[in-house]
């Protein structure tokens, strides 16, 4: 005989799989937008939650301030019952919540949690039981159960308790980690298989059958700590490879070896390799910063992550590696840093994204200008950089022409709009960070 409980769990995937549940999604920014859409275009009622009033506005105005991410895609979205809010109230009406906030560093490296723990407490009064809450945010092992329960069981007005096993009542809470890579087109994101670890067998259940409308793959793990710590291994196996090629290219550049024709010969190999680049340093939301939540968390259980501590300390030297090749490419014509015109291209992170956030671009600027350069940048995806957590720039984009006027051009990010032969041609001398002048032969390139 099958109890209510079991009916109305039933009832729940049933409405998942019909696309009936309504999905609410909090934080409207790169990972949580994409994500809305995803869920849209399979028919499901979506509404995003920010607490950014700006964002919510364009968004409900029909307009995108993602790049990558057309207005007319929101506007589809609309018609398909998209709508944004900043009123946490309406999580009441929500069959499934997806957190998507951020998870930075705070001034001392450590994690910062505020975000998540805001996001919370906001809804917390608003839960009803049978609800899957689920947190995409990147985080320590332990944060789903040791942060996110304990606020939502004290913070819901009904009592409600999260549910660990069959035939209880409360809500559901799940760990499903966040895989978008931005600006990769080579894998579609149905095909990115989806990992969940539920607080319960039954929240598990749920989020499969929610995350398999949109993901042709879900792979359900024991328990949220085990998808948290998924997550972290994929992004430090990132961090700690492009350490390794990062210190390799800089003993093949001693050596007289081309590290870019060594991995292009390694990857070759069937079996056993993965190429990664070396580069101007780490950038972005994940890779500079996920690994250090580990470290952070590892010092409770006395342990020393030593392979993420060697990673972080190559990485974030490579900018002071740039502007070393900078030096020595300007001494080479008889000229310093301190006074020279140095237009820097590239700022996003990486190639073809509108995303800035730990760019290596920022910290090269910075250094440049501390050594009393007079540094321009272009980038096709930011017309002006003011001030951010790590950086207070207050510049604007200046046009592609007339490099001849530049001292140095530094190509920090490789957008594929560049044509790299003209920038060569016209600069006096170009300091190419990721291999963008390969194969062209010229006085005036410094290669680092
Ligand atoms: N960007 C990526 O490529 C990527 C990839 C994988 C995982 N992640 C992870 O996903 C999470 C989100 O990253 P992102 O890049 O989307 O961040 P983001 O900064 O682009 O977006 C976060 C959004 O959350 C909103 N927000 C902040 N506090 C809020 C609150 N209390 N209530 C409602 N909204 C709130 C912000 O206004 C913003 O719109 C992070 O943990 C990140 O590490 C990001």
Same mark, same amino acid.
């Given at each position: ?31 949580? %937008?994409? %994500? ?22 364009? %968004? ?20 398909? +019952? ?17 957190i998507?906030?951020?998870t ?6 450590e994690p910062d949690l505020s975000y998540i723990t805001e996001t919370v407490k906001?809804?917390a ?8 809450i689920v947190l995409?945010s990147t985080t320590y092992p332990g944060t789903t159960e040791e942060v996110v329960v304990p606020l939502l069981e004290v913070g ?5 308790k999260v549910?660990r ?6 809500v559901?809470v799940v760990f ?21 670890g539920g607080c319960g067998?039954?929240a ?18 024991s328990s949220p700590s085990a998808a948290e710590m998924?997550k972290l ?60 939540y580990l470290?952070w968390k590892a010092k409770q259980f ?36 301190? +006074? ?62 007339? %490099? ?45």
């Open positions: 005989m099958t109890s209510a409980i079991d009916n109305r769990l039933t009832g729940l995937k049933q409405k998942m799989e019909t696309r009936e549940a309504r999905i609410g999604i909090v934080g409207m920014g790169y990972v949580g %937008l994409p %994500l809305s859409l995803l869920f849209s275009g399979e028919r499901f009622h979506v509404t995003g939650f920010d607490i950014d009033a700006n964002k919510v506005a364009t %968004l409900n105005a029909g307009g995108s301030y993602i790049v990558r991410i057309l207005p007319a895609e929101i506007q589809a979205a609309q018609k398909a +019952g998209f709508r944004a809010t900043t009123n946490y109230a309406e999580i009441a009406q929500m069959d499934a919540v997806i998507c906030v951020p930075p560093l705070d001034e001392h490296q906001s809804i009064p608003h839960i009803h039981a049978d609800q899957l995409e819901n007005r009904a009592g409600l549910v096993a069959a035939g209880e009542t409360g559901h499903s980690p966040e895989r978008e890579d931005p600006g990769n087109e080579s894998v579609a994101r149905h095909d990115i298989p989806k990992v969940v067998p039954e598990a259940e749920l989020a499969a059958a929610m995350y398999g409308a949109i993901f042709h793959r879900v792979v359900p793990v998924t291994l994929e992004n430090i196996y990132r961090c700690v490879n492009i350490a390794l090629v990062n210190e390799l290219k800089q003993l093949c550049m001693r050596m007289g070896i081309d590290i870019h024709e060594v991995i292009d010969a390694a990857k070759t190999k069937p079996f056993g390799y993965q190429a990664f680049y070396p580069g101007p340093g780490l950038g972005g939301h994940c890779i500079p910063i996920d690994p250090f470290s006395d342990f020393r992550t030593r392979f993420i501590e060697l990673a972080g300390e190559v990485n974030t030297a490579m900018p002071y590696f740039v502007i070393e090749h900078v030096a020595n490419g300007l001494n080479e014509q008889c000229k310093s840093i301190k +006074g020279s015109k140095i237009l820097v291209l590239g700022l996003a992170y990486k190639r073809d994204i509108d995303d800035l956030r730990e760019s290596p671009s920022l910290t090269i600027i910075e250094l440049l200008r501390d050594k009393g350069a007079i540094v321009a940048y272009n980038d096709p995806y930011f017309p002006k950089v003011g001030h951010g957590r790590h950086y207070d720039l207050n510049m604007t984009n200046t046009p592609l022409d007339n %490099l001849g006027q530049y001292d140095a051009v530094v190509i920090v990010t490789d957008h594929s709009s560049y044509d790299y032969k003209a920038i060569v041609e016209q600069s006096q001398l170009v300091i190419d960070t990721r291999n963008t002048t390969k194969g062209m032969v010229s006085p005036k390139i410094v290669r680092c």
